[in-house]
Structures are given as structure tokens and as C-alpha cells.
């Protein structure tokens, strides 16, 4: 699902973004432009897809909810609301210069082509069979002895430099878990010192799930770049400013997800009655 933009358009969006110089946080209108350069708004958008998960957090399917559960989601992860929360946040987060250096890079040629891969590969709602072939491609990339490989667990170091996206997706959970109990969608057994316990036992294996996730995800994404496009972008990404940006953007995602998710279990006692767990 690509978003390719007119010139005339992405003239105006960079315009918007880079005609301010002031040094404090940007104004909404600027960070909107901003979300559409780079994309970062269909990633909000995909967040809408995670909700499918939420049911086997509990232990549960979907279908355990009736009729209405796709109504709810939808309501609940309504993409203006999601877009809303993002630049609350970003309003009062995102300097001028850090806003101004990642447009600059992504509104280039090779940005914008990034940026249509990476929406297109957001909104694949069968993830299981992007995950597979991004799986042959890393394995083909391995018996070549391509350079690639190691590219790609730059880039993505780079994205998550701080190290940070294990303890976040765990404090989603958390955060979901305690309000689906508190909303009687689940009757928690355990108390929150020992939920966190028991997610910090399984910290280094969801780490390295979600280090050959991530992997299998860029090598898909990227499938069609030539290898100097994916070393430029990963350079591009590694810089300090660029780091910045990610930090604040992946905190920005995982809080309006946790935000999200914590709404759907409220909204979630209205459809079952409760189980344990």
C-alpha cells in the first residue's frame, strides 16, 4: 500500500518543515508535515494491525468476543486518535533541529523511496508470510558471504540504539495485562512484582526474537534497494541527530500503542465476561 507523493506536494511538505529555524519544539502543524515526509504517520496507522494480538495476550481469540470485535478495534484504534496522541507528545518532545535534519534526508530521492517501501511493508496485514521471506533472504544472504547481512544489523541497531524496544513491548504488556484485570476481562493471578518478574526471566529470549524479526522485516523492506542505497541509509541513520529522532519516534509509537491497548481492555469487558489467566 504506497503513498507515492506529487512533487508539487512534497515540495510544499518540506517547505512547511524546513522555513522555521527556531530552536524549541516545533508546532503542530510543521510535525504533521513532518509525520507525512517520513512516514512515521502510516507507522501509527499500523498500529491498528497489533490489535489482533491482544486477544492471545489474555489466552483468548478473537472470536471469544463476538460479533462487535471488529468494531471496537476499529474504534478504539481510530488512526485521527492515534495521529492525535503522536503530536501531543511530539509538540511538547521534537526540537526544531532534529525535525529539520530527518526531513532533510528523507524528503532526497532515496528518502522517498524508502519511505514508499517502508509504508508498503507497515500495512502488510500477513506478517507471518513477510516474516518467512524476509527469513530466505537473510539466509541467502549468508551462504553468499553478501556484506548486506551485516548492513542490516547495523541499520537496525541504529533504529534502537538505546536498546530500548525489549523493555518497552514488555511494559505494553504489562500495562495491557493489569487493565484487562482491573476491567474483570481476566482475573490475574500473579501481583505486579511478580508480572514483571516473570517478563524479566523472558527478556533475553524476546530479545532475540525481536532481533531476528527485525532482521527478516528490513530485509524484505528493503529487497528491491541496491546495497549502496541500504549502507547510505544505514550511515544516514547512525548519525547522532538521526539516533535522536529514533529514540523520541519508537518512545512515541510504544506509548500511543501502550495508550491504545490499555483503552481495548477496558472496551474488551463489554464484550466477554472475564477468564483467568
Request: glycine fraction near 6%; charged fraction near 25%.
Amino acid at each position: 500500500m504506497t503513498r507515492p507523493l506529487l512533487p508539487l506536494l512534497l515540495l510544499w511538505l518540506c517547505l512547511q518543515i524546513v522555513m522555521s529555524g527556531a530552536a524549541g519544539a516545533a508546532d503542530r502543524d510543521r510535525i504533521r508535515a513532518f509525520l507525512n515526509v517520513t512516514g512515521f504517520d502510516v507507522a501509527l496507522d499500523s498500529i491498528a494491525l497489533s490489535a489482533g494480538s491482544a486477544p492471545a495476550m489474555l489466552g483468548l481469540d478473537a472470536e471469544d468476543f463476538g460479533e462487535s470485535w471488529e468494531r471496537v478495534t476499529a474504534e478504539v484504534f481510530d488512526t485521527s486518535t492515534m495521529r492525535a496522541l503522536a503530536l501531543d507528545i511530539l509538540e511538547e518532545t521534537l526540537t526544531d533541529d532534529l525535525l529539520n535534519h530527518a526531513a532533510a534526508f528523507y524528503a532526497s530521492d532515496l528518502g522517498q523511496r524508502l519511505v514508499e517501501a517502508e509504508n508498503a511493508s507497515h500495512m502488510i496485514e500477513d506478517d507471518a508470510g513477510k516474516q518467512e521471506q524476509g527469513k530466505r533472504i537473510i539466509a541467502d544472504l549468508v551462504a553468499e558471504g553478501s556484506p548486506r547481512a551485516q548492513m542490516l544489523q547495523r541499520m537496525n541497531g541504529a533504529i534502537d540504539s538505546s536498546g530500548t524496544s525489549v523493555r518497552a513491548l514488555q511494559e505494553i504488556q504489562f500495562r495491557f495485562l493489569l487493565a484487562a484485570s482491573a476491567a474483570g476481562v481476566v482475573d490475574l493471578k500473579m501481583d505486579p512484582d511478580e508480572l514483571r518478574a516473570m517478563f524479566k526471566s523472558q527478556e533475553r529470549e524476546m530479545r532475540r526474537l525481536i532481533q531476528m524479526s527485525s532482521m527478516a522485516s528490513a530485509a524484505y523492506t528493503y529487497r528491491d534497494f541496491s546495497d549502496a542505497d541500504v549502507q547510505a541509509y544505514t550511515e544516514a541513520l547512525e548519525e547522532p541527530e538521526m539516533k535522536r529522532v529514533y529514540e523520541l519516534l519508537n518512545a512515541v509509537q510504544y506509548e500511543v500503542m501502550a495508550n491504545r491497548f490499555e483503552v481495548l481492555a477496558a472496551r474488551m469487558a463489554e464484550l466477554h465476561p472475564g477468564q483467568d489467566i
